[in-house]
């Protein structure tokens, strides 16, 4: 169950590439700066990045839960890992339709970060009505 959140940042990123590839151009934009779009990278590097970030926090995620010492700490992992995964997403997101959206792809970076908290909040949430069951038992 924790790996949901890494997971399904995984699963968006590549549905998102497999679906669009074929309508993507050969040079992608995959940096802004102040002025507007200031980089560019072969339609291949572009995804392989967005895709390697989103495989990269679910492999942390899972090599940290098979060390793991405690449930608060699997939780992190996976949050963490989460984060990682949707941030992968949504570079991929911003290099296909926000080409020339300059300093709101900047924005759309808070997604995944809100996104997060939201997850974190709910674990915690989860993690205390489940201490609270055990100590009533």
Same mark, same amino acid.
């Not at 300093?103 to 996104?115: C, E, F, K, Y």
């Not at 997060?116 to 609270?132: D, K, N, Q």
């Given at each position: 169950?924790?790996l %949901?959140?890494?997971?399904? +940042?995984?699963v968006?990123?590549?549905?998102?590439?497999? $679906?669009?590839?074929?309508?993507?151009p050969?040079?992608?934009?995959?940096h802004?700066?102040?002025? @507007?779009?200031?980089?560019?990278?072969?339609?291949?590097w572009?995804?392989?990045?967005?895709?390697?970030?989103?495989? +990269? @926090?679910?492999?942390?995620?899972?090599?940290?839960?098979? +060390? #793991?010492?405690?449930t608060? /700490?699997?939780?992190?992992?996976?949050?963490? @890992?989460?984060?990682?995964?949707?941030? +992968?997403?949504?570079?991929?997101?911003?290099?296909?339709?926000?080409?020339?959206?300059?300093? %709101?792809?900047?924005?759309?970076?808070l $997604?995944?970060t809100?996104?997060? @908290? $939201?997850v974190?909040?709910?674990?915690? *949430?989860?993690? #205390?009505?489940? *201490?609270?069951?055990?100590?009533? /038992?």
């Amino acid at each position: 169950m924790l790996l %949901l959140y890494p997971a399904s +940042g995984v699963v968006a990123v590549l549905a998102l590439a497999a $679906v669009m590839w074929p309508r993507l151009p050969e040079m992608m934009v995959t940096h802004w700066g102040a002025g @507007g779009a200031d980089g560019t990278m072969p339609k291949a590097w572009a995804v392989g990045v967005a895709v390697a970030m989103s495989l +990269g @926090g679910l492999i942390w995620a899972l090599l940290d839960l098979g +060390g #793991r010492r405690s449930t608060k /700490q699997a939780c992190e992992a996976a949050v963490i @890992g989460g984060l990682c995964a949707w941030l +992968g997403a949504f570079a991929l997101v911003a290099s296909i339709w926000l080409a020339d959206a300059g300093m %709101l792809v900047a924005w759309l970076m808070l $997604v995944p970060t809100i996104l997060t @908290g $939201v997850v974190m909040w709910l674990a915690t *949430r989860a993690a #205390r009505h489940h *201490r609270e069951a055990r100590e009533t /038992q």
